[in-house]
């Protein structure tokens, strides 16, 4: 590497204006509109004794009493203060994970992943984590309705009922609309249900389908399937425009997959290299050693080259040679690089232009991939909606030829672009019923809404993958008058019987009578439900022969002769496809490239906003050709020329108060090409409006000031010097000089480090601690005055080349240090040093001078300016813009953790709950601590095993080996505040 420092920038902003940004911004929570007077002296003390005299008040107030019920007959499993874990499925989203539930008094309060399961082997998504909250979320429906208003289950299944008999007996059609359904077991009902009435049609659609690929495969392969994907297999990974390790198709599943082959080893010479080609910059392009700027347009064309070059060196035959000369050097390299790796490499499309895939296709056969990192054995069985059944289906409802329509886990008229033409084809229908758990965007316009349980509240089953199984299983009684939706399917079309008779039977018949390991079934089923997974041999077959003629895709994907400006629609890993809108965790989590929360945003790339002077805020009008809305501008590095990009998933007008009005609905900008939806687009025109938005970012005020926060190097350095990216690292060590006393801790010595090579960026573990320690909610308006509670963030890094930058992600929490700056200046003793390592707050000895968070030079502590939590004395005091203080959202809250009040400050604790527990319970077992006993909420959820926690005093720790490693260093070491977290340098493959 160059003996220059390489120089980090955060954004476009701070590159260009560094030295402008101020290390402290954060703002008072005063009226913007009044000027900060310049007080005298006796002005100050006249207002310091009332607040003497206010905190005097305040100590004298009781807290309200709010009554806790004993049990009056305990459960035999639950024992008070005491967690239970049990074994689930999460599905929802289009994600499906194997999850452990933990229960506190009969509450579900936190989920992890099951690392029982083969698949993700205890990754999780930050939904998957956040999924918990949306059992305790109020908008929720409480009872099942009839034209808008409550009624009963015998009431409603005894009309229903009788109109769907009506209907059978006259031979009418009945259609369920849903999106893709993971279980087998329910689709197994459906199957038997379509049996008896032969009118009756399931119909699966996605928001965000992967219809081009279904088509793909079948025309080229004759699988209508996604086939599986094994990362691990591979060398080299070649993505285009498929976000794998954010919101594409199994992303806990595949970061877990990617970390591993790209884990860095002293005795390790080949790593998993990843390219990727995309329009816009995602967190797997964040992540690419080698990023390709491509605009949607280009990506066909590019694709044709790529096979092109590939078919020369293999001596096959070519393609018609499109007129594409771009990125003729990367067409090159990259085609070198793949046939170099046949057999060991993987290419990805995110595309839904069944030519695009069609292409991938081809050059995945030329390349001998089948059958070794990709598998149509073990197909997956996620994102199963083609956008051509639902196309169909609105001209159904249009002509009138459907009787009944029921709607199932799926909005369409919030995300289906043409939501008149659906609405017009509703007014037609004469019974309407959906089992939506919300009076949503489309469940408002049905007859009859039977309300599903919460899946936390349901028996079920899945299969996100050919012979990999998942159980659902039921952590808490419902909490309102809902119905596991297969149930109502039974009642309704006469099935005797409950839901879990049917599903331990279907389990029976499909799954148990194939194994020989077990003679009694409910010794099968119970032992399955206690682990959560089960998996079958799979019988790997030939893989089937690429059989299309090529020729005919390529007038599909000739390049444009116009230059124009082009438009993408994506699903980032917050609130995806809109499902997740209400749920104030992801609402609240920052986008992982933009950190942006609570809104969506047009992103821009420089130059064409230098073109049309734009700045950042700046309103934005995009019009295409059926469709125009008004976006805030972010702009973008690492963006194709002439492109903008837009989140879907927001805009929700009935979802409930966290997610209502929270950005720009961007659906209807979609449009149909070759019977499936894509999210390209051109625009016809981009206007500013004149008007500015204030974005609720988190990463404006925390600038390190160009201090050598990351640190890394290259491979090769690597190889040939361990410790190269940190030399400077033994200097600052050796010349540390220091006026505190010399730390010695005799007993347990706690400390963390964090492998900036493996860390992704996702956010999961955002989200864990969130859940974990109580984190409040603080909604936009906070958080771009700077008041973010988030006790752990993830900065993100950008260096290199402004157009197309090099990413760096860095988790930053409280660092624990030995030599804390925090500790002594706080006038009470409120943060203090264990005699363990942990940096400790002491919540009711805080007055809340702000001392520690100014003396802090990681900018890590959070102040609460008001009463988010609803914790404080004084009535009507709360700042609560998303609900989370009302009784049934405080039900997630974790009873290990306290909730803190207005004018404490709060930080990370290093999960010290979860340490004196895993004490408690060696004492118990009458045995010390053993290494990886303790896990801290962030170090279990990551799907990339980046961190990891452990006792410096353990010889044989992982954490102690980490430590001494060439490549561990300290942020700021040489301020010798001696952290107790150490970050790895990160190296870049």
């Given amino acids: 590497m160059s003996d220059q420092p390489k120089k980090y920038w955060q954004n476009l902003l701070t590159d260009s204006k560094s030295s402008e940004i101020s290390e402290f911004s954060e703002l008072l929570p005063l009226d913007d509109n009044k000027p900060i007077s310049s007080d005298s002296r006796r002005d100050f003390l006249k207002k310091f004794g009332f607040g003497v005299s206010w905190i005097a008040f305040l100590s004298s107030c009781e807290i309200p009493v709010r009554k806790a019920i004993p049990y009056l007959i305990r459960p035999e499993e639950i024992t008070p203060g005491i967690a239970n874990w049990y074994a689930s499925t999460f599905s929802k989203g289009g994600d499906c994970n194997s999850i452990l539930v933990k229960t506190r008094e009969g509450r579900p309060v936190k989920i992890e992943g099951n690392p029982s399961s083969p698949l993700s082997k205890g990754g999780v998504t930050a939904q998957t984590q956040a999924s918990v909250l949306d059992l305790y979320d109020s908008a929720r429906l409480i009872f099942p309705m009839k034209n808008g208003k409550q009624t009963t289950w015998e009431e409603i299944d005894k009309e229903i009922i009788e109109k769907l008999n009506t209907i059978k007996l006259k031979g009418g059609n009945i259609r369920l609309l849903s999106s893709s359904v993971y279980s087998p077991s329910t689709l197994n009902l459906l199957q038997k249900i379509k049996n008896n009435v032969p009118f009756f049609e399931h119909i699966s659609y996605d928001a965000v389908s992967c219809s081009a690929m279904l088509k793909a495969n079948e025309q080229t392969f004759g699988k209508k399937m996604i086939p599986g994907y094994d990362i691990s297999s591979a060398e080299l990974i070649v993505s285009s425009g498929a976000d794998f390790l954010g919101s594409w198709l199994m992303p806990a599943v595949f970061t877990r997959q990617y970390a591993e082959k790209r884990k860095i080893s002293k005795n390790k010479s080949n790593y998993l290299r990843h390219v990727q080609i995309e329009s816009c910059m995602s967190l797997s392009g964040a992540n690419a050693d080698w990023r390709i700027p491509v605009a949607p347009s280009e990506e066909g064309p590019f694709l044709i080259n790529v096979y092109n070059q590939l078919a020369t060196i293999s001596k096959s035959d070519r393609l018609p040679s499109v007129n594409y000369q771009k990125h003729e050097k990367e067409i090159f390299n990259l085609s070198e690089m793949l046939w170099v790796n046949r057999g060991k490499s993987l290419l990805i499309s995110g595309s839904n232009k069944p030519a695009v895939q069609i292409i991938v296709n081809a050059i995945n056969n030329l390349l001998g991939n089948y059958g070794k990192t990709i598998s149509f054995d073990k197909n997956l069985l996620i994102r199963q909606g083609l956008d051509e059944q639902m196309f169909n289906l609105v001209e159904e409802l249009k002509s009138g030829k459907v009787d009944a329509l029921i709607l199932w886990d799926t909005n369409p008229i919030y995300h289906y672009p043409e939501k008149n033409e659906l609405l017009q084809g509703l007014s037609k229908v004469p019974l309407i019923i959906s089992l939506s758990g919300y009076l949503d965007e489309t469940s408002s316009y049905a007859h009859y809404i039977c309300p599903e349980h919460h899946f936390l509240e349901s028996w079920n089953d899945g299969e996100p993958q050919k012979g990999f199984y998942s159980v659902t299983q039921p952590v808490i009684n419902p909490l309102f008058q809902t119905r596991q939706a297969q149930q109502s399917f039974m009642n309704w079309f006469g099935m005797e019987g409950n839901w879990l008779d049917y599903l331990k039977n279907a389990w029976k018949e499909n799954v148990f009578s194939k194994q020989n390991q077990s003679v009694d079934f409910n010794l099968f089923w119970n032992?399955?439900?206690?682990?959560?997974?089960?998996?079958?041999?799979?019988?790997?077959?030939?893989?089937?022969?690429?059989?299309?003629?090529?020729?005919?895709?390529?007038?599909?994907?000739?390049?444009?002769?116009?230059?124009?400006?082009?438009?993408?629609?994506?699903?980032?890993?917050?609130?995806?496809?809109?499902?997740?809108?209400?749920?104030?965790?992801?609402?609240?989590?920052?986008?992982?490239?933009?950190?942006?929360?609570?809104?969506?945003?047009?992103?821009?790339?420089?130059?064409?906003?230098?073109?049309?002077?734009?700045?950042?805020?700046?309103?934005?009008?995009?019009?295409?050709?059926?469709?125009?809305?008004?976006?805030?501008?972010?702009?973008?590095?690492?963006?194709?020329?002439?492109?903008?990009?837009?989140?879907?998933?927001?805009?929700?007008?009935?979802?409930?108060?966290?997610?209502?009005?929270?950005?720009?609905?961007?659906?209807?900008?979609?449009?149909?090409?070759?019977?499936?939806?894509?999210?390209?687009?051109?625009?016809?025109?981009?206007?500013?409006?004149?008007?500015?938005?204030?974005?609720?970012?988190?990463?404006?005020?925390?600038?390190?000031?160009?201090?050598?926060?990351?640190?890394?190097?290259?491979?090769?350095?690597?190889?040939?010097?361990?410790?190269?990216?940190?030399?400077?690292?033994?200097?600052?060590?050796?010349?540390?000089?220091?006026?505190?006393?010399?730390?010695?801790?005799?007993?347990?010595?706690?400390?963390?480090?964090?492998?900036?090579?493996?860390?992704?960026?996702?956010?999961?573990?955002?989200?864990?601690?969130?859940?974990?320690?109580?984190?409040?909610?603080?909604?936009?308006?906070?958080?771009?005055?700077?008041?973010?509670?988030?006790?752990?963030?993830?900065?993100?890094?950008?260096?290199?080349?402004?157009?197309?930058?090099?990413?760096?992600?860095?988790?930053?929490?409280?660092?624990?240090?030995?030599?804390?700056?925090?500790?002594?200046?706080?006038?009470?003793?409120?943060?203090?040093?264990?005699?363990?390592?942990?940096?400790?707050?002491?919540?009711?000895?805080?007055?809340?001078?702000?001392?520690?968070?100014?003396?802090?030079?990681?900018?890590?502590?959070?102040?609460?300016?008001?009463?988010?939590?609803?914790?404080?004395?004084?009535?009507?005091?709360?700042?609560?813009?998303?609900?989370m203080t009302e009784d049934l959202p405080r039900m997630v809250l974790n009873p290990d953790v306290v909730v803190r009040s207005q004018g404490v400050m709060e930080k990370c604790s290093f999960c010290v709950q979860r340490i004196q527990e895993a004490k408690l319970n060696a004492k118990k077992e009458n045995r010390s601590l053993k290494d990886g006993d303790i896990k801290t909420a962030c170090e279990q959820s990551c799907p990339a095993q980046a961190i990891v926690f452990g006792d410096l005093n353990d010889t044989n720790s992982r954490i102690k080996k980490l430590y001494d490693d060439e490549r561990m260093y300290h942020v700021l070491e040489e301020l010798h505040t001696v952290p107790n977290v150490g970050y790895m340098t990160k190296v870049r493959i």
């Avoid at 976006?631 to 837009?646: F, K, S």
């Avoid at 347990?748 to 864990?768: F, P, Q, Y």
């Fill in 527 to 883: 032992q399955i439900v206690q682990e959560g997974v089960y998996t079958i041999s799979i019988t790997e077959t030939i893989q089937p022969a690429f059989n299309f003629e090529l020729n005919q895709v390529v007038p599909v994907l000739l390049p444009e002769s116009e230059k124009r400006i082009e438009l993408i629609l994506y699903k980032n890993s917050t609130v995806g496809d809109g499902t997740f809108a209400n749920n104030p965790w992801l609402q609240e989590l920052p986008d992982t490239i933009s950190k942006v929360c609570w809104g969506n945003y047009v992103s821009v790339p420089p130059l064409l906003a230098s073109l049309y002077e734009l700045e950042e805020g700046d309103m934005l009008s995009i019009r295409t050709e059926k469709f125009s809305a008004e976006l805030p501008v972010i702009i973008q590095p690492g963006m194709a020329d002439n492109t903008l990009a837009i989140a879907l998933g927001y805009g929700r007008e009935k979802s409930g108060k966290a997610g209502n009005g929270v950005g720009v609905n961007v659906y209807p900008f979609m449009k149909k090409e070759d019977k499936c939806l894509v999210t390209s687009s051109t625009v016809s025109e981009i206007r500013k409006t004149g008007t500015k938005h204030t974005f609720a970012k988190t990463q404006t005020h925390e600038s390190l000031e160009g201090r050598p926060h990351i640190k890394e190097t290259t491979g090769k350095e690597y190889r040939n010097n361990p410790s190269s990216g940190n030399q400077d690292r033994k200097e600052i060590v050796e010349k540390s000089m220091t006026l505190y006393p010399s730390n010695s801790f005799e007993g347990h010595h706690w400390a963390m480090s964090i492998d900036l090579s493996a860390c992704t960026g996702c956010g999961g573990c955002v989200v864990s601690c969130m859940a974990e320690n109580n984190i409040p909610v603080v909604g936009k308006e906070e958080i771009s005055r700077a008041h973010e509670m988030s006790w752990l963030r993830i900065d993100r890094y950008y260096s290199g080349d402004t157009l197309n930058p090099e990413v760096v992600f860095q988790p930053m929490l409280c660092q624990h240090c030995n030599n804390a700056p925090c500790e002594n200046v706080c006038p009470v003793a409120a943060t203090m040093h264990s005699s363990e390592g942990l940096n400790q707050m002491v919540y009711n000895r805080c007055v809340g001078t702000r001392y520690c968070a100014n003396n802090c030079p990681y900018k890590v502590r959070r102040f609460n300016w008001l009463d988010y939590t609803g914790a404080d004395s004084i009535e009507n005091n709360t700042e609560d813009p998303a609900g």
